[in-house]
């Protein structure tokens, strides 16, 4: 199924990765105790600006700020459009 949306400028579409449930060590985290998710998969990208092309791509994995983006829900499913400079890394 593919989202039927193109971000614009140097905006990009973001699909967060759910928290981890369980640590390493097998302690199981309640749900008032996760972390808000910093990595996710690009779904959609922007054409760029004039002056800046855009270096992420559709399918890459990202590392972003913890309160960057706005939140939208669709399709029944929770994303996130964010400037490409609020992206910290490539994974």
Same mark, same amino acid.
């Given at each position: 199924?593919?989202?039927?949306i193109q971000?614009l400028a140097?905006r990009? *579409?973001i699909?967060?990765?759910?928290a981890e449930t #369980?640590?390493a060590?097998g &302690?199981i &985290?309640?749900?008032?105790? %996760?972390?808000?998710?910093?990595k996710? %998969?690009?779904?959609?990208?922007?054409k760029?600006? #004039?002056d800046?092309?855009?270096?992420v %791509?559709k399918?890459?994995?990202v590392l972003?700020? #913890?309160y960057s983006?706005?939140? *939208?829900? *669709?399709?029944? #499913?929770d994303?996130?459009?964010?400037?490409?400079s609020? &992206? *910290?890394? &490539?994974?």
């Amino acid at each position: 199924m593919s989202l039927n949306i193109q971000p614009l400028a140097d905006r990009v *579409l973001i699909e967060p990765v759910e928290a981890e449930t #369980k640590t390493a060590s097998g &302690i199981i &985290i309640p749900d008032n105790a %996760k972390e808000k998710p910093q990595k996710g %998969k690009v779904v959609a990208v922007g054409k760029g600006t #004039k002056d800046e092309p855009m270096t992420v %791509k559709k399918g890459d994995m990202v590392l972003y700020g #913890k309160y960057s983006g706005t939140e *939208l829900k *669709l399709e029944g #499913k929770d994303y996130l459009m964010m400037r490409e400079s609020d &992206i *910290l890394a &490539i994974v």
